[in-house]
Nanobody, 112 residues
Framework: QVQVVESGGGLVEPGGSLRLTCTASGSFSTIEIMAWYRQVTGEKQEMVAAITPAGDTNYADFVRGRFIISTDVAKNMAYLQMDDLRPEDTAVYFC??????WGQGTQVTVSS
């Protein structure tokens, strides 16, 4: 059984910052990739950023230059540093491991 837990969401004003944390635990052979997705209610889920244990990263165009994904391989953790947040970044953010395991999500709300 694999558990994926996100934390760090909250309410922030436009231009502010948040740092999301994803922790994976349980019975999996190896982590090949960790990724952050987001979803607004009623809309399609979209990939935000992804990272491999080697540190290779991929970002959606709408967060490039504002968000940074990082990982602690030894702890099976991934982070998403989000700066210059905008109201359109408001969504539930989900962590995904190996394109297979999902967390429950953490709400990010950007509003004044």
């Amino acid at each position: 059984q694999v558990q994926v837990v996100e934390s760090g969401g909250g309410l922030v004003e436009p231009g502010g910052s948040l740092r999301l944390t994803c922790t994976a635990s349980g019975s999996f052979s190896t982590i090949e990739i960790m990724a952050w997705y987001r979803q607004v209610t009623g809309e399609k889920q979209e990939m935000v950023a992804a990272i491999t244990p080697a540190g290779d990263t991929n970002y959606a165009d709408f967060v490039r230059g504002r968000f940074i994904i990082s990982t602690d391989v030894a702890k099976n953790m991934a982070y998403l540093q989000m700066d210059d947040l905008r109201p359109e970044d408001t969504a539930v953010y989900f962590c995904n491991v190996n394109f297979n395991y999902w967390g429950q999500g953490t709400q990010v709300t950007v509003s004044s």
